[in-house]
């Protein structure tokens, strides 16, 4: 997606190994958002930043922290990756939290934890 | 509770017909509601955006109505084509203080038949 891009698209890893994953915007945009999409849950909020070492918890954070030590860049991490955490984690930018601003997402990261 | 709910889940229609995605809410207080295209394996494409003032947004073939009142947005699709295959998700955004908080619907998957 323009703008956005997500690395790796796939990993698979093993239980109790730290994994990263890193989300980059060329949008300057201020907020980003780390989201799971797990079949029948939809999307959900992992955690989220409001600017540059501003971050906060979405509603499934136990298990991951982030980091944004840049605008442009966000970091997700699962400190022990645990096999409930196989899932497909998706990155958003938004500018704003006004009304006439909506999201934009990236392609997405396919994270296998065996 | 916040809650978004989208009928119906699956869809299939011949291809040029016109169709109607919908998507309820239960709490009205709305900032906006924002549209997105999923294809399968790939990340969240942003289709429509409609702000909490407006009553209906259009981009192309696609035409996204929202009445706050009675809690529900309908996503129109015009003339269905087989590239329109994919599955539609509903994202309405409400105040969270220096954040929005988004809740999301499971998504219709619609299959477009030549």
């Known amino acids: 997606d323009a703008g956005i891009t997500q690395s790796p698209r796939h990993k698979v890893t093993e239980t109790g190994t730290p994994v990263t994953l890193r989300c980059h915007q060329t949008?300057?945009?201020?907020?980003m958002y780390w989201y799971r999409q797990d079949p029948g849950h939809g999307l959900r909020l992992i955690h989220y930043s409001y600017g540059v070492k501003d971050t906060d918890k979405g509603e499934v954070s136990d298990g991951y922290s982030v980091s944004r030590s840049k605008t442009e860049d966000f970091l997700l991490t699962l400190e022990s990756a645990t096999s409930s955490q196989t899932s497909v984690y998706f990155c958003a930018i938004s500018e704003g939290v006004g009304d006439g601003y909506g999201y934009t997402f990236g392609s997405g990261t396919r994270l296998t934890v065996v | 509770k916040q809650e978004v709910t989208q009928i119906p889940a699956a869809l299939s229609v011949p291809e040029g017909e016109n169709l109607v995605l919908n998507c309820s809410f239960t709490d009205s207080a709305i900032y906006n509601l924002q549209w997105f295209r999923q294809d399968p394996g790939k990340g969240l494409t942003s289709l429509l955006l409609?702000?909490?003032s407006q009553r209906e947004q259009t981009s192309g073939r696609l035409n996204a109505s929202l009445d706050k009142s009675s809690g529900r947005s309908t996503l129109y699709i015009a003339a269905s084509q087989p590239g329109d295959s994919a599955t539609y998700l509903c994202?309405?955004?409400?105040?969270?203080?220096?954040?929005?908080?988004?809740?999301w619907g499971l998504g219709t998957s619609l299959a477009v038949n030549p």
């Open positions: 949008e300057n945009h201020r907020y």
């Open positions: 994202a309405v955004s409400y105040n969270a203080g220096n954040n929005r908080k988004l809740i």
């Open positions: 409609i702000q909490s």
